[in-house]
């Protein structure tokens, strides 16, 4: 399967700290790759710097075979790049249906204006979000749903995109199990169309079940890389996560 | 009666200031303290051409939209891409200065001595001299300036803004972008202030710098504010709240020094009870 | 008469007025985190306290500087206790703070209006009768020099008390990261409190200064605020030895601007300073 985007030794800089150090990673279409590794190992930086919210420190990413050394965020959703966030970034003061057709809707500025295609983006936002189980709140504000619900809507949302790489950031934590069998499900519809997905995630239950590959992050190194099954039984990895 | 009608004028004027700069604070958060300097723009422009040149008032006004929309753009490009409290002391400095250039550019303005004679505005020969039909001409230019800002709103364009006011990178990483629509929405704010700024010239036949100044841009501001962030009525029902309130006053026997005072203390204490008991205002769908 | 000299002079005393403004706005700021408007009020009530001490009530001139700045510090701090601790509880947004603190803005200055008038007041007896001391070929007046030695004092006497007292060191605490200096054991509000008194209080010296130098009205409060924002903007946020080389900086631009151009041009001067700033170097001369 073809690489859609891959980091050739990234480096992001706090000061003189490495919070990503050199690293190398891969994503394939049609692949699940999860990102683990404890608490402060720096998988949401990487994310926040492949999406262009932090500036590239050193190293490049690589989209296509275009080289980059600066992404704006601006271009990021052009590259067909989409993201969750961990601490929830919803439009909280909008419903749950504006929240997705924000995302839908035309982009340009007189598009926006005069937008033609409505009927289109609202019967996609039902279906998005009958999917995950909202759209009967689909005109409450965003900020009365509950931490589950406002999970959903933000997956929601990043799916609503219909890109190529998705990068979702603790998609699980605090879900119930029928959410979690949701995401779940969603997650290998987009890997069934050929996306590649990234998953940060902590439930190594979960990593087994659905990544195809692991990256294993510490004090932002990638210390170890391959399936889960290999990573998971690796002395490093565990001393990562409990300590030596 | 007479006196009614000059409130409901002023009422409508302060209106169209409300709605507009609503669209730039309410909806998109952006505030802006330079509000007055463009409703300046447009009464000079109209004060300009009007007694100068003997143009149209309706041709003029649309000068006078234009230059100020070509001004906020210029100001913008300049501001928009800086952080919060810097863009907010960028839009202060620029009221400042442009207030120096009405007060200072002599040959143009006239200074500090201002622009009279300003006739009022003609069409098909007909002239709208009287207040009565001077008032349904600004009510006309209200609803005008409601309807689009309605359409702009209720558009896929005014759910941007709104993702814009509570969070721009967000907004940015899902393909917007975010600085042009600023630029777009704050030019288009100014546009209105200065037809409102047009109407002011025609109605008072004379203008004169010292009511556009950063106090006149905070006064306005007060309008959205009462009137709640997000809503074009309520920034229409405070405008009219603001202008009436304190002719109240009038009655209650203060020395016109004095009221005028109390107008201001009557502000500042509306500004921080707002704060401290409602901060969304009357009809806001935003909270600050 | 040099005028060089007599520039050079004047931009000292300017300075030293505008270095005052920025070190107690920078006060606030640092700890409170919000732009305070009212801050601006502060410094013209200080004024007008010591005005009716030293001109209505003909004390003398130490008692009304000491009774102006207390009455500065004691209304900053009441107005802390009133408005801006009960938002801050609740968590309120930067933004409504700002939009209370300019509610309190305007009252202070509408209040003093009706009290003194809206008329043009200086503080300086006698004027002709001062002694006047010729320096490298420029004059400065005995008001001035005293102006220039007080500054000197208190930005020596915050100076050391911000770097050797305990509470100086729970400001910084404060200014750091208030939760922490919270869970280190630091009574956040009592010290915010003080601090209000203190900035307060210095501003208020800054508008006696002001007062005696060149004259005060009731409104003086926005433009005094301003320069001072923008001196503490220019010299680098949040860096105390950044205030005073912003104010400085600014006063000799101003100053040195007068050579071109027109006096009323000055505001717009300070404003265009600080737009370049913001545009080219956000972090000011000094980052912190």
Request: aromatic fraction near 10%; charge should be neutral.
């Amino acid at each position: 399967m073809k690489t859609l985007l891959s980091t050739r030794r990234l480096v992001k800089r706090f000061g003189g700290v490495h919070a990503v150090d050199h690293v190398d990673l891969s994503l394939e279409g049609g692949k699940i790759t999860a990102l683990i590794g404890p608490n402060g190992s720096g998988k949401t930086t990487l994310i926040n710097v492949v999406t262009g919210m932090l500036a590239i420190d050193g190293g490049d990413i690589v989209i296509d075979s275009v080289r980059l050394q600066r992404i704006r965020p601006s271009d990021v959703a052009s590259y067909g790049i989409t993201r969750t966030f961990q601490n929830l970034r919803l439009i909280q003061q909008m419903s749950v249906l504006d929240n997705i057709l924000l995302v839908l809707t035309e982009r340009n500025i007189w598009g926006a204006l005069f937008e033609q295609h409505t009927k289109f983006h609202l019967a996609t936002a039902e279906e998005i979000l009958k999917k995950v189980g909202l759209w009967e709140k689909r005109n409450e504000n965003a900020e009365s749903l509950s931490y589950g619900q406002r999970k959903l809507l933000e997956i929601a949302r990043a799916v609503s995109m219909e890109a190529r790489i998705y990068f979702f950031d603790e998609p699980f934590a605090g879900l119930f199990p029928e959410m979690v069998r949701i995401v779940s499900g969603i997650i290998r519809e987009l890997r069934a169309s050929g996306a590649a997905v990234v998953l940060v995630e902590h439930d190594m239950l979960l990593v087994r079940e659905l990544a195809d590959y692991c990256y294993v992050l510490d004090s932002g190194k990638v210390i170890a890389e391959g399936t889960p099954e290999h990573v998971l039984k690796q002395q490093n990895v565990v001393e990562a996560y409990l300590g030596k | 009666m007479e006196y009614l009608i000059h409130i409901a004028v002023l009422a409508c004027i302060y209106g169209i200031l409300g709605i507009s700069l609503n669209l730039v604070m309410g909806e998109t958060g952006l505030i802006s303290v330079t509000h007055a300097a463009f409703y300046g723009l447009g009464a000079y422009a109209v004060a300009f051409l009007l007694v100068g040149f003997g143009i149209n008032f309706f041709l003029a006004t649309l000068a006078g939209m234009i230059l100020a929309s070509g001004v906020a753009f210029a100001i913008g490009v300049v501001f928009l891409r800086l952080k919060e409290v810097y863009y907010v002391l960028g839009t202060v400095g620029s009221n400042v200065i442009l207030f120096s250039v009405l007060l200072n550019w002599n040959s143009v303005t006239r200074g500090p001595l201002g622009i009279g004679g300003i006739p009022r505005p003609e069409i098909f020969g007909f002239r709208f001299s009287e207040n009565e039909a001077f008032l349904l001409l600004v009510l006309a230019a209200v609803a005008i300036t409601y309807a689009i800002s309605v359409l702009i709103t209720r558009s896929s364009f005014g759910r941007v803004l709104n993702a814009i006011r509570e969070d721009e990178d967000v907004v940015s990483v899902f393909g917007y972008s975010v600085y042009h629509y600023k630029l777009v929405i704050f030019t288009i704010g100014a546009a209105f202030a200065a037809l409102a700024g047009a109407f002011l010239a025609s109605y008072l036949t004379y203008i004169s710098p010292f009511s556009f100044t950063v106090v006149e841009s905070i006064f306005i501001l007060s309008i959205v504010v009462l009137g709640g962030l997000g809503s074009g009525r309520g920034a229409l029902i405070a405008a009219g709240i603001l202008v009436i309130t304190p002719e109240a006053l009038r009655f209650v026997g203060f020395t016109p020094d004095i009221a005028a005072q109390m107008r201001q203390v009557l502000y500042g204490l509306i500004l921080i009870l707002l704060m401290l008991y409602r901060p969304q205002g009357l009809l806001g769908r935003f909270r600050i | 008469m040099d005028i060089a000299a007599q520039l050079i002079l004047n931009a000292i005393i300017a300075g030293a007025i505008y270095s005052l403004l920025a070190l107690g706005f920078n006060l606030l700021y640092s700890t409170a985190r919000f732009f305070d408007l009212g801050y601006g009020a502060m410094s013209v009530a200080g004024a007008y306290v010591a005005y009716t001490f030293y001109n209505l009530l003909d004390l003398s001139v130490p008692i009304a500087v000491l009774a102006g700045v207390l009455a500065a510090g004691t209304l900053g701090f009441v107005v802390e206790k009133l408005v801006y601790r009960p938002l801050r509880a609740r968590k309120a947004t930067h933004t409504v703070l700002l939009i209370a603190s300019l509610g309190v803005l305007i009252v202070i200055q509408a209040v003093i209006s009706i009290i003194f008038s809206s008329q043009f007041k200086i503080l300086s007896k006698d004027v002709n009768l001062e002694p006047v001391f010729n320096v490298f070929g420029g004059a400065i007046t005995q008001t001035q020099v005293i102006i220039l030695v007080a500054a000197l004092l208190i930005m020596v006497a915050l100076a050391l008390t911000l770097k050797y007292t305990l509470f100086g060191k729970a400001v910084n605490a404060i200014a750091d990261d208030e939760e922490v200096a919270r869970v280190v054991g630091v009574n956040s509000e009592r010290v915010i409190g003080v601090v209000f008194f203190v900035g307060s209080a210095i501003g208020g010296a800054a508008g006696i200064a002001t007062a005696f130098d060149s004259g005060i009205y009731p409104t003086i409060g926005l433009p005094l605020l301003l320069n001072g924002v923008i001196a503490f903007i220019v010299g680098g946020v949040g860096n105390v030895y950044g205030a005073v080389l912003g104010a400085f900086a600014l006063a000799i631009t101003e100053n040195a601007a007068a050579w071109f151009l027109p006096g009323e041009w000055k505001f717009a001067i300070a404003f265009l300073v600080l737009i370049i700033f913001l545009i080219f170097r956000p972090q000011g001369i000094l980052p912190k």
